[in-house]
């Protein structure tokens, strides 16, 4: 066969004469472009995502422009020390997923449990967390649509005796940042829910030693995903706790 | 006919399979697990050709209502669903699974891979859009509306707010929507990942990115683009869900939202997305007009960069579908000149498109016709384009039959034109069978014809100023015969597309045989039998310019004497 054949009936027996590991997937031609593929593949969707969670930062940056004075009220009724607390967890969580994937890496199955299951208590811890933050909104009827009051705002907040009370049409406005707050804390929530549970799926294999074979695509690019929903999350922070703190 | 001069080395196996008999149950579960690039690839054209169906219907009602004054064919609620459901279609479930099918087909197949990327995502992708096209017109059983009936989304293709949010759209119809969108979109965006990920890191030997086909280069740009630009649209899809369903008030002017905002977020997405529907029909040009003219394409480096060009140029250019919006002078002024600013590098295409038919040994079978056709038709839609970009130009014309001329003349006459020439050039590597001249000819004339009549006299009654998304209008307004017309070529048009669906149907049973390569064409997928194995190649193609197979059929005079 000259080089310039490329033509034949039957693919499948050529390629299965050479040897290579379970893992590679038929249609690959080595692992190095599998994993290149994937790895790549995952940045592509770490791009959409960065553009869905773009739409929502354009949407608030907007509405905060407009009724600031609201926004500041709004993100004054949250607890700083929940936001804190959950910023920590995450960064820690980011910590021990980087040393799942270095474990992966060096095929040590032991320490590879140990840290997936540790990135899973924290990412449970924080939607723990946020669990209390969100019934704490419930009680204190600031969930716009549902149980929403402007009471709160028409009068000086306690603990920031410096705010003035919003005029009643400001006061409103409470409930643009209340909207922003949930939608954008919840997709982030949704995010870490979807992330804890394939970690969970990951886990498992990993058990049975799927990703201490060299194959460790899985684990590094969950790794990314991982990574990228706390930097999400070191955006929402600041944007939505944050505001005019140092009053 | 031309395989004989291809030196495949006796590797090629031609005597017909053998058709075994396998149960009818069996072969329907094979289709439904498939993970096989070509398989979903038939599955969403086919898919598509459904909707189309569906959709080409709704229209084909629109144009009875609207053929004579005062008629009431259609009450006004249909008509509104109608006019929001073709368009919807059209778009999601028929342009975009439609070219994506074909590139899932063509793409691995014409850079000499054994398939996509990721076969299980794409599977998914395909099964999702599918549940999102179910999901919508699911609406019409499910969605109990304001009138009481089965109902449909009503508001328009661009579900502007305040119309699409819960005071006035009281039924669950604009949530079907938007779920329905939300969840095609997740599709699309893991055929786009996939389309990327496999031109990017699995082309074989010697495919260096400049030796790339077109059709292939311009699907690499068109899902860049998707996934630059469908999820700001699912964000604001997700806050339209929760201020109708939870009391958000991210629309809701009242309240302090903003609905100008939903109107930017539609077009952020809106706009690049026509662009996404009609980047690849350039690519499906680029392929057929040289292989018909027996010349290689004319500028190849310049159409690359013309293609990013485009996709670049189209994210700034949303709001000139907001002109009557009221928007200071700067930001008219903007959008007026971005607008102006994506005829550069569309013309640089045209020109290159004509440059290689030029001096060519042209051959007029169905799918250059449909190509040529393409051309000149996209060159009045471009221009038309240029005209509405005229800020003061569009304050009279915006929302009139101006612009659904503007626009249709090129989802019609440069997409579903191309589309067919790509079904007619591509369908005998899929099925090995021909597609019936007589018939094709046929189809071509009388297509060409009814979307003349149609879409030319559209503009027309624009200019004299009819609006568009009325059921209708009073005979006083002297629009009458002119709408007649419009409906005739709608119907001549349909009956066009049955005449292609008849020929599909034919050919599939007594076709001619295709062959390998019956077009004497240059790109890989040729270099496989019809239709290919599973997994395509045997041993990984090495190619040594842009079009191996010239090379191969030409030893004394191959192209990478010449390429740099
Ligand atoms: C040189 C190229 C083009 C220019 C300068 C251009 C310009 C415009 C302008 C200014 C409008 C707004 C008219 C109005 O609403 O008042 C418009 C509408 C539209 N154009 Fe184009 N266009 C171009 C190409 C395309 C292409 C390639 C497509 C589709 C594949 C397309 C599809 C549409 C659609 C769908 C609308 C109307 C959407 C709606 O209101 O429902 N255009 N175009
Ligand atoms: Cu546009």
């Known amino acids: 066969m000259d080089s310039h054949s490329i033509a034949a009936q039957t693919a499948e027996p050529a390629h299965l004469e050479h040897e290579h590991p379970a893992f590679l997937r038929h249609h690959f031609e080595n692992v190095a472009q599998q994993r290149e593929a994937a790895t790549f593949g995952m940045w592509l969707f770490l791009l959409t995502e960065i553009m869905f969670f773009g739409g929502l930062f354009c949407a608030y940056l907007i509405f905060r422009n407009w009724y600031y004075p609201a926004f500041v009220a709004g993100s004054h009724t949250l607890h700083i020390w929940a936001g804190t607390l959950n910023t920590t967890l995450l960064i820690i969580s980011s910590f021990t997923m980087a040393m799942a994937v270095h474990a992966a890496e060096v095929r040590h199955r032991g320490p590879l449990l140990r840290w997936m299951v540790l990135t899973i208590v924290l990412g449970c811890g924080f939607l723990c967390v946020k669990a209390y933050e969100w019934h704490d909104e419930w009680v204190n009827h600031h969930v716009p649509g549902l149980n929403f009051s402007i009471q709160e705002f028409t009068h000086t907040n306690p603990a920031y005796p410096g705010d003035k009370p919003l005029a009643p049409d400001m006061a409103e406005k409470t409930q643009i940042y209340y909207s922003l707050y949930f939608v954008m804390t919840g997709m982030h929530a949704l995010h870490m829910i979807i992330g804890v549970s394939l970690l969970a799926i990951l886990l498992i294999r990993a058990r049975g030693g799927a990703f201490t074979n060299g194959h460790i695509a899985p684990v590094e690019n969950f790794g990314l995903y991982w990574h990228f929903v706390d930097i999400v999350w070191i955006f929402l922070f600041p944007l939505l706790y944050l505001i005019s703190r140092h009053q | ?564």
């Open chain 2, 1 to 564: 006919m031309a395989d004989q001069s291809i030196p495949i080395g006796g590797s090629l196996d031609v005597t017909p399979r053998d058709h075994e008999r396998v149960p009818l149950l069996d072969r329907l579960h094979e289709w439904v697990v498939t993970v096989d690039h070509k398989r979903l690839g038939i599955l969403y054209v086919l898919y598509a050709l459904f909707f189309m169906a569906v959709a080409g219907a709704e229209a084909l009602s629109m144009r009875i209502q609207l053929a004579v004054p005062n008629n009431h064919f259609l009450q006004p609620e249909l008509y509104d669903q109608f006019f929001t459901m073709h368009g919807t279609t059209m778009v999601f479930l028929v342009g975009m699974p439609i070219l994506f099918g074909i590139a899932n087909y063509i793409v691995p197949l014409q850079i000499g891979a054994r398939d996509m990327a990721f076969p299980r995502l794409n599977a998914f992708s395909f099964w999702l859009t599918a549940f999102g096209g179910i999901l919508l017109y699911w609406s019409y059983i499910g969605g109990f509306g304001l009138y009481g009936m089965g109902n449909a989304p009503d508001v328009g293709w661009w579900a502007y707010a305040p119309l699409s949010t819960k005071p006035f759209s009281i039924g669950p119809t604009i949530d079907y929507w938007a779920l329905a969108l939300i969840v095609s979109g997740f599709g699309t965006l893991g055929t786009a990942i996939n389309i990327i990920a496999t031109t990017l890191s699995m082309r074989c030997k010697g495919m260096t990115l400049l030796r790339m086909p077109l059709f292939v280069w311009l699907m690499l740009v068109v899902s860049a683009l998707t996934l630059i630009t469908i999820t700001p649209l699912t964000a604001a899809q997700v806050m339209l869900l929760l201020d109708r369903n939870l009391g958000a008030h991210f629309f809701d002017a009242q309240a302090g939202g903003s609905a100008l905002l939903w109107i930017h977020f539609f077009w952020i997405f809106g706009h690049p997305e026509v662009y996404v529907l009609v980047l690849p029909v350039f690519g499906v040009a680029s392929e057929i007009i040289p292989v018909f003219s027996r010349k290689a394409i004319f500028g190849y480096p310049a159409m690359v960069a013309a293609s990013v060009g485009i996709a670049f140029v189209s994210l700034g250019v949303w709001a000139h579908h907001m002109f009557t919006v009221g928007m200071t002078s700067v930001s008219n002024t903007f959008f007026v000149l971005s607008t102006m600013l994506v005829g550069i590098p569309t013309g640089i295409k045209i020109f290159n498109w004509l440059a290689t038919i030029w001096g060519g040994k042209v051959r007029f079978q169905t799918p250059m016709l449909f190509c040529v056709a393409f051309i000149f038709q996209f060159l009045i839609a471009g221009l038309t384009g240029i005209m509405l970009a005229v800020a003061p130009w569009d304050w009279q014309l915006h929302n009139s039959y101006f612009v659904i001329a503007h626009f249709h003349y090129v989802l019609v006459g440069a997409i579903v034109f191309n589309i067919f020439a790509a079904v007619y050039y591509w369908f005998p590597k899929v099925t090995g069978k021909m597609l019936s001249e007589t018939l094709g000819k046929w189809h071509f004339w009388l297509f060409l014809i009814g979307f003349h009549l149609t879409f030319d006299t559209m503009h027309f009654v624009g200019i004299m100023g009819m609006p568009r998304s009325i059921y209708t209008y009073e005979a006083n307004r002297g629009w009458g015969h002119l709408n007649f017309i419009i409906s005739v070529g709608a119907f001549i048009q349909g009956i066009a597309v049955l005449i292609f669906f008849w020929n599909v149907i034919v050919s599939l049973r007594k076709g001619k045989e295709a062959g390998n390569d019956p077009w004497d064409a240059w790109t890989l997928e040729w270099a496989t039998p019809s239709p290919p194995p599973a997994y395509n190649f045997a041993s990984d193609p090495v190619v040594h310019s842009r079009r191996p197979l010239w090379d191969i059929k030409h030893p004394d005079d191959p192209d990478w004497k010449y390429e740099s």
